[in-house]
């Protein structure tokens, strides 16, 4: 699957109708982020099941800042619309399929009891 544009108009709909989405958060002036571009690409066409997805901060600095983006590139990733990963940097090929595989192999069940325990706590 090509890797998707997010924007304020599609943002909410690809995070919720789909299971698993990575998002970069990225900008055209981030030398790390076109470093990070290839990896991410190639990545993507090995993971057909995942929406591969950019927001390019200079454009969406809404978004951006609706998830307190200060460095780029950061990496965000949804399973079932919840946020299991987010951090800023670029990672080797190798660290971000593990990444994947790891984020993968979550029991979503137990992050959902999770949430609703903290929830209850609050």
Not at 94 to 119: C, N, P, S, T
Request: one cysteine or more.
């Amino acid at each position: 699957m090509a890797v998707v544009e997010l924007n304020k108009d599609n943002f909410e709909q690809i995070i919720t109708d789909n299971a698993f989405v990575i998002v970069d958060f990225w900008a055209p002036w981030c030398g790390p982020c076109r470093s990070f571009a290839p990896t991410y690409e190639k990545v993507s066409e090995d993971h057909p099941d995942i929406v591969f997805a950019k927001i390019n901060t200079e454009e969406e600095q809404e978004i951006a800042a609706h998830f307190n983006i200060r460095s780029i590139p950061t990496l965000m990733l949804f399973r079932e619309q919840v946020i299991i990963y987010g951090e800023a940097g670029a990672l080797p090929e190798g660290a971000f399929r593990d990444l994947i595989e790891g984020a993968k192999e979550l029991d979503m069940a137990v992050v959902h009891q999770q949430i609703e325990a903290e929830r209850g706590e609050a």
